[in-house]
Each structure stands twice: as C-alpha cells, then as structure tokens.
C-alpha cells in the first residue's frame, strides 16, 4: 500500500511515508535505517494494519540529519546527544513544519541559561564536526590522488580496459554498469 492508499484506508497517517519511500527519499538504505531503529535513534511515528512502518515528516527530517552525521562517524552515543541537543532547540517552535525545519536547522537565539547549555553542546559538536570533515577532506584528497594514478595508468597502457575482460563502462568493483 502507498503512502496515498494509506493516507485513504487511514485518515490519521495522512502525512506518513512506508521506510521504502524514506530511504529513496533521504538516499538511504533500508536496511541502515532499520539498524538505526534498532539502535533507537529513530522509531516510526506508527504502523500500518499490515504491520508496515510509517514514518512522518519529523522523523524523516532525523533521519536526514542521522545521514549528515554518518560520514562524520560519531558514536551512537554522540548521535543520540546531538540529536537531543537538537530537539531540544527545537521544542519552542509553534507549527509541526517550523518544527521539522528546526530539527535540521534550529534557532539558538532564544534566551535563558538551559538554551545557553544547549547551544554550548552543539558548538562542541560543530568543533567536532570541523575535524572530522578535515580529516574526510584530507581522504578525499588521497582518493583523489589515487584515481589519477589510476587514470594515469590506463593512459599508459597499464591498467584495466575492455581488452582485458571488464566491459566497457562497466563497474568492476560494483559488478555492472
């Protein structure tokens, strides 16, 4: 059942997605987004009748910003605390869309010693956030390097080509086009 067969069998899940159109939607896998569940760093708003999740707008905003965290590799733990940090910020607002809004991006202009706190965390995580893109940007770079030599090597007759087996705009480490 789509999410519009649902929204019509169920009135009350009218804003929800089934994980199979969240994972296409946020460019995750299924399988990654059930771990997190697992984990309990996302739980599905509901259920269908057939048992199928259901996810709402909210929690696919967690699960897109739980996606900016992976590549910085932060521990489950440092996930769940950014993530409380940040629904934190986010309690003050009003509407549910102002409110999955600042579950990606929160407003910390509001005063009071608890709000202070809270974006006191979230500088740390943005310093922490800083070193681990750093340290990304200088793998990125070795990557780079390497696929230039490798450039360089199928420029010079060494490397791998259609001569030797792998078909042409074929992926010989994903196995296909």
């Known amino acids: ?95 549910p869309s102002d409110r999955v809004e600042a579950l990606v991006w929160p407003r910390t202009s509001d005063a009071g010693d608890d709000r202070a706190q809270l974006a006191d965390g979230l500088s740390a995580f943005a310093d922490l956030a800083d070193k681990r893109l750093q340290k990304l940007r200088r793998y990125v770079e070795e990557v780079e390097e390497f696929v230039g030599r490798l450039r360089e090597e199928v420029r010079e007759g060494a490397g791998c080509g259609p001569a030797s087996g792998t078909r042409e705009g074929a992926d010989p480490v994903e196995g296909g086009a």
Request: hydrophobic letters at 40%.
């Open 1 to 95: 059942m789509s999410a519009t067969e649902n929204a019509a069998a169920h009135p009350s899940a009218a804003a929800t997605l089934q994980i199979g159109e969240v994972a296409r939607r946020v460019g995750l896998s299924i399988r990654t987004i059930r771990h997190w569940e697992e984990m309990r760093l996302v739980t599905p708003t509901a259920r269908s009748s057939g048992g199928f999740r259901l996810y709402s707008e909210e929690d696919v905003s967690r699960i897109r910003l739980l996606r900016f965290m992976k590549p910085l590799n932060l521990s489950l733990a440092q996930m769940r605390e950014l993530l409380h940090i940040r629904e934190q910020l986010a309690s003050g607002t009003e509407s």
